[in-house]
């Protein structure tokens, strides 16, 4: 069975940072791409980046780009997202997703002073 | 960037009875390869989204068979044949062929 678990939320002031991690079991995680996506309080779904299955490519929503990296390591089937220069309007839920099928609990990252 | 547009956005349905919910998309989600990454999520009250049906029509492990998906190009349905109370919550439709990904507004399908 498909598992993701992420982890690294938390509290932090406007123009902080904060790494996400994600770790994967029940699938063949080299072999997929990765995402992440958000959920604003009480908002819809946002998807926020996602990495091919060797980290050769990364692409981002235009709102994060310059600010978020996202990054893996296939020998420990973990996902990054490194976020730096935080603002208010990134605080939400973040899950992990391989190729479009969220699975985990994600983590609640909140960015106020 | 895709837009896709969900009706309605609010349906009050009875239980047993059939719902069915359109997701249009401001482009083709047809891929070079033929493919169509159109995919439908649920999210129960104070729960995660989980994925129901995968590339328009192909419903997900544990996914109970009253749900259905389809549609091509730009139109796609999810259809439940028989409402339950557990089917109460918003449902996305979600397109992964065009970067950036992007969902629908969600429809909230609530108990009459």
């Known amino acids: 069975e498909v598992q993701l678990v992420e982890s690294g939320g938390g509290l932090v002031q406007p123009g902080g940072s904060l790494r996400l991690s994600c770790v994967a079991s029940?699938?063949?995680?080299?072999?997929?791409?990765m995402n992440w996506v958000r959920q604003a309080p009480g908002q819809g779904l946002e998807w926020v980046a996602n990495?091919?299955?060797?980290?050769?490519?990364?692409y981002y929503v235009n709102s994060v780009k310059g600010r978020f990296t996202i990054s893996r390591d296939n020998a420990k089937n973990s996902l990054y997202l490194q976020m730096n220069s935080l603002r208010i309007e990134d605080t939400a839920v973040y899950y992990c997703?391989?190729?479009?099928?969220?699975r985990g609990q994600g983590t609640l990252v909140t960015v106020s002073s | 960037d895709v837009v896709l547009t969900q009706s309605p956005l609010a349906l009050p349905v009875t239980l047993g009875q059939p719902a069915s919910i359109s997701c249009r998309s401001s482009?083709?989600?047809?891929?070079?390869?033929?493919?169509?990454?159109l995919h439908w999520f649920q999210q129960r009250p104070g729960h995660s989204p989980r994925r129901l049906i995968f590339?328009?029509?192909n419903r997900d492990s544990g996914v109970p068979d009253r749900f259905s998906g389809s549609g091509s190009g730009t139109d796609f349905t999810l259809k439940i044949s028989r409402v339950e109370a557990e089917d109460v919550g918003i449902y996305y439709c979600?397109?992964?062929?065009?970067?950036?990904?992007?969902f629908g507004p969600g429809t909230k399908v609530d108990i009459k």
């Open positions: 029940g699938f063949t995680f080299r072999n997929s791409w």
């Open positions: 482009q083709s989600l047809v891929r070079n390869d033929g493919s169509t990454d």
């Open positions: 990495i091919k299955e060797d980290g050769s490519a990364q």
């Open positions: 997703a391989a190729g479009s099928d969220i």
């Open positions: 590339k328009v029509s």
């Open positions: 979600m397109q992964g062929t065009h970067w950036p990904f992007t």
